[in-house]
């Protein structure tokens, strides 16, 4: 398909596929020539990059035409949504045409609905930071990109220090697998990971669970690591958030009397209802009042945030509330 439309907001992860996309479409004996990369500030930018896709290359290999963080799929004219059907049905299988926005295509409009019809789209969201499941499954598929072979302890490990940050997985493991050298034959153990992996030392789950158990002290300790990596408060919010969310579903199911796992995982939006024994555990000692409270604290906190308020003395004040809050 000549035709690939990437969007989302992890653009370390997009800025790879877009790398490995040149290099199988281009050869490199006549990249100059037949890869053309359209910014968006460029001037009628849209329609000189679906002119060049219809433009035959050079030589050999295909030729790659780049529209950069378009917006097409947000707003398009009737005069750019008529070039875009004359040239999508059109487009020579010689070319390839490629569009980045981090922003979600909005599927309404007719632009969208064409490029869901002819194009290969991928999305290149950040995985949410709770999904735990969904973070081990990103650390073991780059380590085997890498060839770096980690126990599930290890797994474990890298995927709660490292977070959804895709850039930083990349970057740890490349450390690991230098420490491994010759030997990466044998799974690195946690203890190895936990003593090279710099940014384990806190996270915004570990927060969460400081919190969920009334440890103040701890909460507060996390909150001056997290802020001193110069981890975005209002990104420490949304991981709170979505955690005491997930717990208050699993509550909220429980209580209800739900017993199927895969129902209750379903609800939560949980990937994996394996996890579901363990959050069962997570919420035994707190009622469902203290949770739908502790989501209330949250939203005056992400409130007070985004009005400007000073990140660390906000954050704490909050997270002794929150503490209070969960205590039995």
């Known amino acids: 398909m000549p035709i690939y439309l990437y969007w989302g907001e992890d653009d370390f992860a997009m800025g790879k596929a877009v790398a490995a996309l040149r290099d199988r479409v281009l050869d490199p004996a006549w990249a100059a020539f037949n890869y053309e990369k359209i910014s968006p500030d460029t001037p009628d930018g849209v329609i000189q990059g679906l002119n060049q896709s219809m433009t035959p290359p050079f030589g050999s290999g295909s030729r790659l035409v780049w529209l950069v963080d378009t917006t097409i799929c947000h707003h398009c004219s009737g005069d750019m949504l008529a070039e875009l059907e004359r040239t ?3 487009i020579p299988e010689s070319t390839v045409l490629l569009l980045t926005t981090p922003s979600k295509p909005d599927g309404r409009i007719k632009s969208t609905k064409l490029l869901q019809k002819y194009a290969q789209i991928q999305e290149f969201s950040p995985i949410p930071p709770w ?8 650390v073991v598929k780059v380590a085997q990109e890498m060839g770096l072979k980690l ?23 490349e450390k690991l697998q230098l420490y491994a050298g010759e030997r990466r034959d044998r799974p690195l153990k946690d203890e190895i990971v936990g003593t090279l992996v710099t940014s384990s030392a806190a996270n915004s789950l570990k927060l969460a669970s400081a919190i969920l158990q ?3 002290s701890r909460a507060l ?12 408060a209002l990104k420490i919010v949304a991981t709170l958030t979505g955690q005491f969310r997930t717990w208050l579903w699993v509550k909220v199911m429980i209580s209800a009397g739900e017993r199927d796992e895969k129902a209750i995982a379903q609800a939560a939006e949980i990937g994996n209802p394996k996890r579901i024994y363990f959050l069962r555990q997570e919420v035994k000692a707190i009622t469902q009042g203290q949770l739908q409270k502790t989501l209330s604290i949250l939203l005056d906190l992400e409130v007070s945030l985004k009005r400007g ?5 906000t954050l704490q004040t909050k997270a002794i509330e929150l503490c209070q809050a969960c205590r039995p």
Request: hydrophobic share 35%.
């Open 309 to 313: 308020a000073e990140e660390l003395s």
């Open 131 to 138: 999904q735990q499941d969904q973070l081990e499954k990103a």
């Open 221 to 232: 300790t996390l909150i001056s690591d997290l802020i001193g990596r110069n981890e975005p």
């Open 88 to 90: 999508v049905t059109a």
């Open 214 to 216: 009334g440890d103040t």
């Open 151 to 173: 126990t599930d302890a290890s797994v474990q490990l890298l995927a709660e220090s490292v977070g959804n940050e895709t850039r930083l997985l990349y970057s740890e493991v």
